[in-house]
C-alpha cells in the first residue's frame, strides 16, 4: 500500500451511478453466484455482500463494474477478488487473504472448526523479532505454530527455523542484507510446505513484497 498527495483539480469528470458486482462462493468448489448492485452505496453494496453471504457463511468479494471505451465489461476490485483465481502478486495475495480472514473468522464465533471451505487449514508464512517457526494459524487456540504442530519432514523444519533466524539477526531498524535472495528463499520454502501438507493445509505467504 502507498500514499501521496494530490492536486484535487487534476479530475476531469465525476459520476454518481456505480454499479457493484458481489460474488459469491459456496462450498468446497466455490460455487459462484453473482449479483449486481445499482443505486447504492459503497457502504450499501458492503451490506448486501455481508447478507449474500449469509453473515459470512460463505466466501465474498466486491467489484465495481466499469465499461471501457470500447464498450467492454469490466472489473475493479474493492474487496476481494475472483477466489477461483490462484494469486500471482502480492496484492492479490492480501485480496485473497481478507476474503479467508472473515470466513475464518466468522466460522469461529459460530464454534465452528477454523477451515476453509474445502476443508482445509490455512497456514500463514511471515517472520516475527523471536526465534522459532515462522508460521501461523489464526483464530485458533494455538495461533503460533511449532515443529510439533504440523507433519513436515526435519529438513523443511529445520529450513524454516534458519530463514526465520536470518531475519532477526540484525536490528530491528536495520535492512536486510539480501532482501531478494531471502524473499525467493521463502518463496521456495512455501512451495515445499505446499507439497508436504497437501490435502492438509493451504499455504499462504505473507512476507512478499
Known sequence: MRGEYVDERDSTWERNDPRFRVYVFKGAGNT????????????????????????????????????DARGR????????????????????????RQMQDRYLSARRRRGLAVVLPNGLRLIRVFPEWWGGWPLWESFTDHYRLDDQSL???????????????????RDENEPLAHPAEWEQRGVELVEQLRRELDGVAEVRPEFLS
Open 151 to 169: 507433519t513436515v519432514t526435519r529438513e523443511l523444519a529445520d529450513a524454516l527455523f534458519d530463514w526465520n533466524e536470518e531475519w532477526l539477526d
Open 73 to 96: 465489461r469490466g472489473l475493479l476490485w474493492l474487496s476481494g477478488m475472483d477466489y477461483n483465481d490462484w494469486p500471482a502478486t502480492a496484492l492479490e495475495w492480501r485480496r485473497r
Open 32 to 67: 459462484t453466484t453473482v449479483m449486481d448492485i445499482a443505486d447504492a452505496t459503497v457502504e450499501e453494496a458492503l451490506e448486501s455482500a455481508h447478507a449474500l453471504a449469509n453473515g459470512g457463511e460463505h466466501l465474498w468479494s466486491l467489484a465495481l463494474v466499469q465499461d
